[in-house]
């Protein structure tokens, strides 16, 4: 079993829509989650922090479900510039940032 | 941008050569991260230095090493290379602390042949 698991996609969703991206991962442990977004041929980067409170940054809220280990993205009123590939990122230690990815999903918003 | 920088950024080998890849670190940080990334995958992690000296590391065969220096810019030397080290390398520097963000840089991307 791969240690995260995401669905790769690819969502082909139009503008303005709501899409919901989820991921699980493996380890109980794991200390840490995130969401980092990569454009084609680039680096990733961090997209937002996710906690079990839930946050929420604009357009974007992350959550969090330690008990199912669980963790989601959603993203309200989609625009042409949020294609991508969304990764869903654990840190299985603190003191040891060793990120752990998942394969990516892959979205593109369509006019 | 992060900050973070990496040479060359392209690069094509051949099986069994060796090649040296290089990251300046962010301003402020401590710690070098590598990441491999093949193609339709997420990045897989290689290894981490810290303060010069090796901070955990994914699995990889021993032909993958770094360095770090005093600065805290680092190195990836691959020995050996083999058709499937094709990918994008990608290094993250950070500032090491419980949960601290990973800046990645742009990458280099390596073609085996």
């Known amino acids: 079993r791969k240690e995260v698991e995401q669905d790769p996609g690819p969502f082909n969703v139009p503008e303005g829509a709501t899409v919901a991206f989820n991921c699980t991962y493996s380890?109980?442990?794991?200390?840490?989650f995130f969401w980092y977004r990569q454009d084609c041929r680039k680096e990733p980067k961090l997209l937002m922090s996710v906690y079990s409170s839930g946050n929420e940054d604009g357009r974007f809220t992350a959550q969090l479900n330690r008990a199912s280990q669980y963790i989601s993205l959603l993203i309200r009123d989609s625009k042409l510039s949020d294609s991508a590939t969304y990764l869903c990122?654990?840190?299985?230690?603190?003191?040891?940032?060793?990120?752990?990815f998942g394969t990516g999903t892959r979205l593109t918003i369509i006019p | 941008e992060t900050g973070v920088t990496q040479s060359p950024t392209h690069l094509i080998k051949t099986r069994g050569q060796q090649v040296t890849l290089r990251c300046s670190s962010q301003s402020g940080h401590n710690t070098v991260s590598w990441y491999q990334q093949a193609l339709g995958q997420g990045p897989q992690f290689i290894f981490q230095y810290y303060r010069e000296e090796e901070n955990g590391r994914g699995n990889f065969p021993p032909r993958f090493s770094g360095l770090q220096f005093p600065n805290y810019s680092s190195e990836l030397n691959v020995n050996a290379l083999e058709l499937d080290d094709s990918a994008l390398y990608l290094c993250a520097s950070s500032l090491l602390g419980v949960g601290e963000t990973q800046y990645f840089g742009p990458g280099t991307r390596l073609l085996v042949l």
């Open positions: 380890n109980s442990a794991s200390q840490s």
């Open positions: 990122v654990v840190n299985l230690n603190f003191g040891n940032e060793k990120l752990t």
